[in-house]
T-cell receptor, first 122, second 113 residues
Framework: GAVVSQHPSWVICKSGTSVKIECRSL??????MFWYRQFPKQSLMLMAT?????????EQGVEKDKFLINHASLTLSTLTVTSAHPEDSSFYIC??????????????????FGDGTRLSIL | AQSVTQLDSHVSVSEGTPVLLRCNYS??????LFWYVQHPNKGLQLLLK??????LVKGINGFEAEFKKSETSFHLTKPSAHMSDAAEYFC???????????FGSGTKLNVKP
């Protein structure tokens, strides 16, 4: 099946540090990648959507200068939390969607999720 | 506009008994629907998807879901719960513009021994 690898799984760092999270699709081409933030006991909150080679589309209320997203290839997207502060502490999850196996219809392609990154800013 | 409603925030069953997790959706077109499971501190794993090929969809780990257009429902079922099924479950619909997914608020399944 389609596999998405997300690294690192845990990050603890000091306030003011920038943190980069990587998301890779291992066995399919991810034409679209999504970045989510999840607060405890809540559903996922979409932060941004990125298509390979294009600028990311950010959801309302998400600071694009704070959360830098790069989708440079069909298998890799990165999220950089710049000058992180304690309020940025959260669980960040990426997902990828693209053509896999014999599924040719874009509308039928599911998202496949990474295992998430627990970010703790001290 | 698309939206997803998961009718129960918590469901508790005994091991070996059936599971029913309810999901209702709204969509302008014939939707693509998905069920995901999330274990603590993990990402989401795809259980099954509906893409208009068949109304009864079989997924992994013995889960099934039935698409009922007249009821705008896509409920998830399993005949016999296992302790390892305890997790959070999300019902998701793909948006009409295809580049967005809409999540339900999640249902936490508790399985009692």
């Amino acid at each position: 099946g389609a596999v998405v690898s997300q690294h690192p799984s845990w990050v603890i760092c000091k306030s003011g540090t920038s943190v980069k999270i990587e998301c890779r699709s291992l066995d399919f081409q991810a034409t679209t990648m999504f970045w989510y933030r999840q607060f405890p006991k809540q559903s996922l909150m979409l932060m941004a959507t990125s298509n390979e080679g294009s600028k990311a589309t950010y959801e309302q209320g998400v600071e694009k200068d704070k959360f830098l997203i790069n989708h440079a290839s069909l298998t890799l997207s990165t999220l950089t939390v710049t000058s992180a502060h304690p309020e940025d502490s959260s669980f960040y999850i990426c997902s990828a969607s693209g053509r896999e196996g014999t599924e040719i219809f874009f509308s039928n392609q599911p998202q496949h999720f990474g295992d998430g990154t627990r970010l703790s800013i001290l | 506009a698309q939206s997803v409603t998961q009718l129960d925030s918590h469901v508790s069953v005994s091991e070996g008994t059936p599971v029913l997790l309810r999901c209702n959706y709204s969509s302008s077109y014939s939707p693509s629907l998905f069920w995901y499971v999330q274990h603590p501190n993990k990402g989401l794993q795809l259980l099954l998807k509906y893409t208009s090929a068949a109304t009864l969809v079989k997924g992994i780990n013995g889960f099934e879901a039935e698409f009922k257009k007249s009821e705008t429902s896509f409920h998830l079922t399993k005949p016999s719960a296992h302790m390892s099924d305890a997790a959070e479950y999300f019902c998701v619909v793909r948006g009409d513009n295809f580049n967005k997914f809409y999540f339900g608020s999640g249902t936490k399944l508790n399985v009692k021994p």
